[in-house]
């Protein structure tokens, strides 16, 4: 029984306590065991896919893979896991993402998601923060590809629910050929089942996070050549990539795609994922139907005590290349922070972009 390993290998009496008391109190939730469809995923990003987020998202691709926003282990082990996991029914398919580097605590963190339904369990070996390197983990353990097998194979202890890696195809020197296989090898015999691989390495001295998100050089060509060698274990491509063509070129190579920051930024193209990557004959949402059940859910979420922007800031990119985007991005950062605003406010940015759609504003 997993708690019990846990009581056993847990030193302190209070600690166990502690833990049981929090896990008491998640509601066991039913299992999906089938491994889910890694064609499109959206990639994790702190502070970006929260679960706002993730409902736009969904509305807008019934199919694609969300991923939470990284949570690390001892947050959840030692914090309020039901504020930090807490999710919507129609978020699945939805894989959470752990970091953290001590197996213990990441197998303690497992059961709680477990608990929880996700659908796959992330480890994050890809991050380059300075806050997540102090903590020995994120991208750092890219080189100790003996601990990331061995954090893997306790979560794997926790659940039976996919577990899976988040990583880079390197770091500073390493060699992206040897280190990287060797380190796939690891991440194969630990019993993954499927390895997400950002295709550029992380510089961990002297670059910023967001700089590591585009200054090291992207390999695409690497992260094809290590899915043909781990193949059936699925690889999927991540980094850099921003059309639904060159998702369908990556697919010829890989089995899924993952999309950070297009998919963020510019959140219709979900809207056509359904579609043109999983092949649904169903129509895609329109952009009029989102605001629609935005606002609806704007409204639900602040009855719950959420607070406007937090949904509208999600919102902004949906109106990208449209006349009239600038004024609609106005009304959705501004306009929803006025004392009394309500989600009456979506309504107005989608009538502004109407208004400077319609022909006399044409030119
Ligand atoms: C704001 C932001 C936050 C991110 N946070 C995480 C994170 O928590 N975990 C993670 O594995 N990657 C994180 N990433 C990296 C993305 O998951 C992804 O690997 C990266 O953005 C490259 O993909 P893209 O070029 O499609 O954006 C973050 C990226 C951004 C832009």
Partial sequence: MPLERFHRSSTSAAARKKFTAV?????????????????FCVAPMMDWTDRHCRFLHR???????????????????HGEPARLLEFDPCEHPLAVQLGGSD???LARATRICDRFGFDEINLNVGCPSDRVQSGNFGACLMAEPDRVAACVTAMRGETDRPVTVKCRIGIDDSDVEKDLDRFADAMAEAGVAALYVHARKAWLEGLSPKENRDVPPLDHGRVHRLAARMAPLPVVINGGIGALSECREHLRHVSGVMLGRAAYHDPMLLARVDQEIFGDPRPPITLEQTGRIMADYAAGQMQKGARLHHV???????????PGAKRFRQILTMDVLEEGAGPEVIGNAFAALKKAGEPANAG
């Fill in 23 to 39: 896990t008491e109190t998640i509601p066991s939730t039913p299992t999906f065991p089938k491994e889910p469809d890694r064609a």
């Fill in 59 to 77: 509305r807008l691709s019934k199919r694609a893979l969300l991923f939470t926003e990284m949570v690390t282990s001892a947050a959840l082990v």
């Fill in 103 to 105: 197996p213990d605590e």
């Fill in 312 to 322: 509208t800031r999600h919102m902004i990119g949906l109106a990208r290349g449209l």
